[in-house]
């Protein structure tokens, strides 16, 4: 397990680590009326993407990316549309790329809400994913993380004047995912529930909920548009073909394990069929073994992942 850990840092994370970000964190699109969309370059050193909508009154803010200086890097693109006060900011989950630049707009006046058990999983869980021989810097910046003090277990709706946001908890990629539904702009945040053409991360998933999440919401939205948590702005179409792609990674894996196959032997039963359709999506050589192999402990019941209990005490 530490090995595939450290797969995903390098795949999705490794710019937090002091690697210097070559570009800017990302490139900011309006995606509907005074709605926008953040997202990440691939060596700008945010991690994932975030957004933001304005309202009569206020703004909220979707995702804080995973470095401080990618979150001031943010504010600043409010700021240059708008005046209105930062009154919220929404953590889609709890995976440290999506969350690190919290204190930032807590600094600027906005409290930060999420589903329930993100609050208690920012730092053990990050902590975990990070590893026992993680940098001591890279440890504190964790610690360090503004936790949310806004709590919900399965959505909530916030109003910016006249305004509704509607905010959904939905299974799948972690125990406490979140989308933002922007109901007027038909838009919707996902997080990282969904990836566009990019092999998702499945560490913590439980992905036949995250199948029937992924059917549901374009079943229910087929005409908005969608910001993912990693990738470009897509849409209903875009959500099926991840769906489509978790349930082939299901079929693969079980058909190998119904071969008593398991380990490398498995990965090596998958990987070509694998390849054939999904090789040229994004992160494909960084994530397709690792995600095999997490498919086979999700399938086996021997998956380590988050639990409500992991919580921490206030502070």
Do not use: C
């Not at 490794?14 to 709605?35: L, M, S, Y």
């Not at 919220?88 to 809400?113: E, K, P």
């Not at 959500?239 to 693969?252: G, M, N, S, V």
């Amino acid at each position: 397990m530490p090995r595939l850990i450290t797969v995903f840092l390098f795949a999705i994370i490794f710019p937090i680590a002091g690697v210097k970000a070559q570009e800017q964190p990302f490139n900011v699109k309006q995606i509907a009326p005074h709605v926008w969309a953040a997202i990440a370059t691939p060596t700008g050193g945010a991690g994932g993407n975030a957004g933001f909508v304005i309202g009569d009154d206020a703004v909220l803010v979707i995702d804080t990316v995973m470095s401080t200086a990618a979150a001031q890097e943010l504010l600043g693109e409010i700021r240059k549309v708008t005046k209105l006060p930062i009154r919220y900011v929404v953590n889609t989950h709890y995976h440290f790329d999506h969350v690190v630049g919290n204190r930032v707009f807590v600094d600027a006046g906005a409290v930060v809400l999420a589903q329930q058990n993100v609050r208690g999983w920012i730092v053990p869980e990050n902590l975990r994913l990070l590893g026992k021989d993680a940098k001591p810097e890279l440890k504190g910046t964790i610690e360090g993380v503004a936790l949310p003090t806004i709590l919900y277990e399965r959505g909530v709706d916030v109003y910016l004047g006249s305004r509704r946001i509607r905010v959904e908890s939905l299974p799948g990629h972690t125990g406490g995912d979140s989308i933002v539904i922007v109901p007027d702009a038909r838009t919707v945040f996902m997080g990282d529930l969904f990836w566009r053409n990019i092999l998702p991360n499945l560490i913590d998933a439980s992905t036949a909920a995250w199948i029937e999440t992924l059917g549901s919401v374009a079943a229910a939205e087929p005409n908005s548009s969608f910001v993912p948590g990693h990738g470009d702005v897509g849409t209903a179409k875009d959500l099926l073909a991840l769906r489509d792609y978790l349930a082939t990674l299901r079929t693969f894996v079980s058909e190998a394990r119904a071969k008593g196959l398991s380990g490398s032997a498995l990965v090596d039963s998958v990987m070509p069929a694998l390849t054939a359709r999904y090789g040229e999506w994004d992160f494909f050589k960084y994530l397709a073994q690792p995600s095999i192999l997490h498919m086979d402990e999700e399938l086996s019941g021997t998956k380590r992942i988050p639990r409500a209990e992991a919580a921490v005490g206030d502070r």
